[in-house]
């Protein structure tokens, strides 16, 4: 019964720390590529969102 529970554990362990690092990843991209493209269009306004100081 220890094991099982154990086991469980373990598992679930593994699979919310994949399911973390694919939501991170895929915010973190969708992030990139929209500043990446908004800074091809307008770059004053990505350099007003991300606070760059000349």
């Given at each position: 019964?220890?094991?099982q529970l154990?086991?469980?554990f373990v598992f679930?362990?593994?699979f919310l720390m994949g399911f973390s690092m694919l939501l991170?990843?895929?915010?973190?991209?969708g992030y990139w590529?929209?500043?990446?493209?908004?800074?091809k269009v307008?770059?004053?306004l990505v350099y007003k969102i991300?606070?760059?100081k000349e």
């Open positions: 019964m220890f094991t154990l086991g469980f679930l362990f593994i991170f990843l895929g915010l973190f991209v590529i929209t500043i990446n493209m908004l800074e307008n770059p004053k991300i606070g760059h």
